[in-house]
């Protein structure tokens, strides 16, 4: 897809990031799609929702709509975004696990950050200071179709073992997400 066909299906495109050092500290800004194209590092958020299942834990898996601009069909944690320039990471959680996953979300707080680096065969590049925030999920899903085309509860084992044996399906900073999260809620 080019450019007027991907924004077509993703209004965000046209986003204001927010370019950081590797400290995290703001140092400009730039378009969603041009930070992309440029590779620069952007500050950007994982959200992965929790809740109680009968074998213990579970998390929100999410794979991406096939309309993403990069890794679509890929399973991922259950949203990710970037926040706007002015806003901080939670809130901006808030405002986009609605607009992603239709749910409504609570308790989101942030457990880790990590720098990872990713080039697609498209030719974008995502390279992130990613914050993991984890919460729970407080209403049904309704999933928005541009941004997600299925979701499924998964455990620890299931995950961790699906990981392991076909890391392809996953997008590329899903292995940390998904692992820092764990580890967290051990």
């Known amino acids: ?54 074998e213990g834990p579970e998390l929100l898996v999410a794979k991406r709509s096939l309309l993403k601009y990069h890794s679509g069909g890929l399973w991922a944690n259950s949203c990710c975004s970037h926040p706007r320039v002015g806003e901080e990471i939670i809130e901006a959680a808030y405002r986009r696990v609605p ?8 308790e989101l707080h942030e457990i880790a950050a990590f720098v990872y680096r990713a080039e697609f065969e498209n030719g974008l590049c995502e390279y992130e200071y990613d914050h993991v925030v984890v919460g729970q999920c407080a209403s049904e899903l309704e999933l928005n179709p541009n941004e997600v085309s299925e979701a499924r509860w998964m455990s620890f084992d299931a995950l961790a073992e ?25």
């Open 162 to 186: 699906e990981l392991a044996q076909e890391p392809k399906h996953f997008a590329a900073w899903a292995p940390t997400v998904f692992t820092l999260t764990m580890n967290h809620l051990r």
């Open 99 to 106: 607009e992603e996953l239709g749910c409504t979300a609570a």
């Open 1 to 54: 897809m080019n450019y007027e066909e991907l924004l077509a299906n993703d209004a965000t495109l046209t986003d204001e990031l927010i370019l950081v050092d590797g400290l995290d500290r703001a140092i400009g800004a730039a378009s969603k799609w041009q930070t992309h194209v440029d590779g620069a590092l952007h500050r950007a958020f994982s959200v992965v929702l929790v809740r109680e299942g009968e």
